[in-house]
């Protein structure tokens, strides 16, 4: 029938075009180990509660890439041009990262988290106040 398209005819489209949807999803092996010391079930590794989070934007097709802590911390956010970034078990952020993070905010970004990002610093230290309360406040525990 003239002008259907089939998944075929799309996917020889966009075969040899690499797609940019400007999503950064947060990789930092130190909220890996902590997400592995906080994870409830026992059964479970921490990679099945870091899995749905960080595959959110491949169900509608989107394309991201992975920023390590380095990257964060140098910027990378605002100089690549993403849009969003995911933090998906982000529980320790180094205080660079908190200030890049930050900035990104200010300059239009998004980020989402699924846990309260920075409770630990980039040393898995406790911290007192989330390293990014301004951005994710939480209320004070009580009735």
């Given at each position: 029938?003239?002008?259907?398209?089939?998944?075929?005819?799309?996917?020889?489209?966009?075969?040899?075009?690499?797609?940019?949807?400007?999503?950064?999803?947060?990789?930092?092996?130190?909220?890996?180990?902590?997400?592995?010391?906080?994870?409830?079930?026992e059964?479970?590794?921490e990679?099945?509660?870091?899995?749905?989070?960080?595959?959110?934007?491949r169900?509608?097709?989107?394309?991201?890439?992975?920023?390590?802590?380095?990257?964060?911390?140098?910027?990378?956010?605002?100089?690549?041009?993403?849009?969003?970034?995911?933090?998906?078990?982000?529980?320790?952020?180094?205080?660079?990262?908190?200030?890049?993070?930050?900035?990104?905010?200010?300059n239009?970004?998004?980020?989402?988290?699924?846990?309260?990002?920075?409770?630990?610093?980039?040393?898995?230290?406790?911290?007192?106040?989330?390293?990014?309360?301004?951005?994710?406040?939480?209320?004070?525990?009580?009735?």
């Amino acid at each position: 029938m003239p002008g259907e398209d089939t998944f075929r005819d799309r996917q020889a489209d966009t075969e040899w075009v690499e797609a940019n949807d400007k999503i950064a999803i947060h990789f930092s092996e130190a909220s890996r180990i902590a997400d592995s010391l906080v994870t409830v079930n026992e059964n479970s590794s921490e990679y099945e509660s870091f899995w749905p989070i960080s595959q959110g934007p491949r169900g509608p097709g989107l394309q991201y890439q992975y920023v390590s802590y380095e990257q964060v911390e140098t910027g990378e956010l605002t100089k690549g041009g993403y849009a969003v970034f995911i933090m998906p078990h982000s529980w320790a952020i180094s205080r660079e990262e908190a200030r890049e993070i930050r900035s990104f905010v200010q300059n239009g970004g998004t980020v989402i988290a699924d846990v309260v990002p920075g409770i630990l610093d980039g040393h898995g230290a406790i911290q007192a106040r989330g390293m990014l309360a301004d951005l994710f406040p939480v209320p004070p525990a009580g009735p």
